[in-house]
């Protein structure tokens, strides 16, 4: 397999249909009939099933674009991909493909559950928690799924996927792991016996806090077959120009993804080890400072660019983001600029005193001098 710069820059160049280096952006929602006439099979005659890739209809269904984001994320996961307008619309998807009875599922990113709590409304999907799984595995049934998150949102933490595996696949469940945290080349899922691998791709993938996107991902072309044939009817592709985008992102992804878990890395280090000199800092979370014995292998090659620290107080927590000159206060992560959220803004299960911070490709000897300074200014009153 070649490297991921090589593979994302050039995996679609055999899909271009033009001469330019850079594609284009392919506007058209709608694309010509074959002229040849045995090519025109009428709809009724057609199995539903059947495959829609490779030939561009009408571009809810498919598009050039989104043809080539595909190439280039499938290549760089060793995957097949389908891609969506947002990693919500991914993980709708996965839940609408497996059409499971009992979910179990841990904590993780807000939308999740709310997509969660959308199926027990609609069609009495029941919830368990990772925990209940863990301790009854007769829980499951054939067809249900096991949904984890890893690195998980907001804190970071890692869960152990070869675990999860083995009890869903023990009763004929599936696993479907949510790694927007720990893209390639930091996690592989697949290898610990993930069945669906989803990430928002708003975030690592694209980099540059300008597209929305998701992706799912899986290992098998029927289920890249179905996956497609579904989301016509879920209308959840990703979008023409959010398409170049994104093909315009994968271009430096491995560049973006290495520096951002190194400066991390970096900066936590940074973190753990004045804790002495900046007590108001109660805790420090981040898979790096994770001592389970499945990690090295789960994480193979480095962490991820997102930690948590807990302060002394809720006041404290809300006030420090304004005291920082390079971490915008804000939502998402994953882009090139460096953010910093204090996450009970967004998320009403999280502690009241975390802030989260998604670390970017800035030089990190100013990402550290900004959060000394910011750290000293609240330690001298
Ligand atoms: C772990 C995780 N998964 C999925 C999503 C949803 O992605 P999107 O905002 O692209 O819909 C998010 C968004 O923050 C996330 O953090």
Same mark, same amino acid.
């Given at each position: 397999?070649?490297?991921?710069?090589?593979t994302?820059?050039?995996?679609a160049?055999?899909?271009?249909?033009?001469?330019?280096v850079?594609?284009?952006?392919?506007?058209?929602?709608?694309?010509?009939?074959?002229?040849?006439?045995?090519?025109?099979?009428?709809?009724?005659?057609?199995?539903?099933d059947?495959?829609?890739?490779?030939e561009?209809?009408?571009?809810?269904?498919?598009?050039?674009?989104?043809?080539?984001?595909?190439?280039?994320?499938?290549?760089i996961?060793?995957?097949?991909a389908?891609?969506?307008?947002?990693?919500?619309?991914?993980?709708?998807?996965?839940?609408?493909?497996?059409?499971?009875?009992?979910?179990?599922?841990?904590?993780?990113?807000?939308?999740?559950?709310?997509i969660?709590?959308?199926?027990?409304?609609?069609?009495?999907?029941?919830?368990?928690?990772?925990?209940?799984?863990?301790?009854?595995?007769?829980?499951?049934?054939a067809?249900?799924?096991?949904?984890?998150?890893?690195?998980?949102?907001?804190?970071?933490?890692?869960?152990?996927?070869?675990?999860?595996?083995?009890?869903?696949?023990?009763?004929?469940?599936?696993?479907?792991?949510?790694?927007?945290?720990?893209?390639?080349?930091l996690?592989?899922?697949?290898?610990?016996?993930?069945?669906?691998?989803?990430?928002?791709?708003?975030?690592?993938?694209?980099g540059?806090?300008d597209?929305?996107?998701?992706?799912?991902?899986?290992k098998?072309?029927?289920?890249?077959?179905?996956?497609?044939n579904?989301?016509?009817?879920?209308?959840?592709?990703?979008?023409?120009?959010?398409?170049? %985008?994104?093909?315009?992102s994968?271009?430096?992804?491995?560049?973006?993804?290495?520096?951002?878990?190194?400066?991390?890395?970096?900066?936590?280090?940074? %973190?753990?080890?004045?804790?002495?000199?900046y007590?108001?800092?109660?805790?420090?979370?981040?898979?790096?400072?994770?001592?389970?014995?499945?990690?090295?292998?789960?994480?193979?090659?480095?962490?991820?660019?997102?930690?948590?620290?807990?302060?002394?107080?809720?006041?404290?927590?809300?006030?420090?983001?304004?005291k920082?000159?390079?971490?915008?206060?804000?939502?998402?992560?994953?882009?090139v600029?460096?953010?910093?959220?204090?996450?009970?803004?967004?998320?009403?299960?999280?502690?009241?005193?975390?802030?989260?911070?998604?670390?970017?490709?800035?030089?990190?000897?100013?990402?550290?001098?900004?959060?000394?300074?910011?750290?000293?200014?609240?330690?001298?009153?």
């Amino acid at each position: 397999m070649t490297g991921i710069s090589t593979t994302s820059i050039h995996a679609a160049d055999k899909l271009s249909r033009v001469s330019d280096v850079v594609a284009p952006i392919n506007v058209s929602t709608t694309y010509k009939y074959s002229e040849n006439v045995n090519d025109l099979v009428k709809a009724a005659d057609r199995n539903p099933d059947d495959s829609i890739i490779g030939e561009h209809v009408y571009s809810r269904e498919t598009h050039p674009n989104s043809e080539q984001a595909e190439e280039i994320l499938g290549a760089i996961t060793d995957a097949h991909a389908v891609t969506y307008c947002s990693g919500i619309a991914a993980i709708f998807a996965a839940f609408t493909h497996c059409n499971p009875k009992t979910l179990a599922i841990g904590g993780g990113y807000h939308g999740t559950h709310g997509i969660a709590d959308v199926f027990t409304k609609v069609k009495n999907l029941k919830q368990i928690s990772l925990e209940d799984c863990k301790q009854d595995p007769t829980l499951l049934s054939a067809g249900d799924m096991v949904y984890v998150e890893t690195p998980v949102n907001p804190d970071g933490e890692i869960f152990d996927l070869e675990l999860f595996a083995n009890i869903a696949h023990s009763r004929g469940a599936s696993l479907v792991v949510d790694a927007t945290f720990a893209p390639p080349p930091l996690s592989d899922p697949f290898k610990q016996g993930a069945d669906l691998v989803i990430h928002s791709a708003t975030k690592f993938f694209g980099g540059h806090s300008d597209l929305l996107a998701g992706v799912v991902l899986t290992k098998d072309p029927k289920v890249k077959n179905d996956l497609v044939n579904e989301r016509v009817f879920l209308g959840s592709n990703i979008a023409n120009l959010e398409s170049f %985008l994104l093909i315009r992102s994968l271009r430096t992804y491995e560049l973006r993804i290495l520096r951002q878990s190194s400066n991390a890395t970096k900066i936590v280090e940074y %973190l753990t080890a004045n804790q002495g000199k900046y007590p108001k800092i109660s805790k420090v979370i981040h898979g790096s400072l994770q001592k389970d014995a499945f990690i090295s292998k789960q994480m193979p090659n480095g962490d991820s660019p997102v930690f948590c620290i807990e302060l002394e107080s809720e006041e404290l927590a809300k006030a420090f983001p304004g005291k920082l000159k390079y971490f915008h206060h804000a939502t998402s992560l994953g882009g090139v600029e460096s953010l910093i959220e204090w996450r009970p803004l967004s998320d009403s299960h999280c502690p009241p005193n975390l802030l989260r911070f998604s670390v970017g490709v800035e030089n990190v000897e100013d990402l550290i001098l900004d959060l000394e300074q910011a750290l000293s200014n609240i330690h001298q009153k």
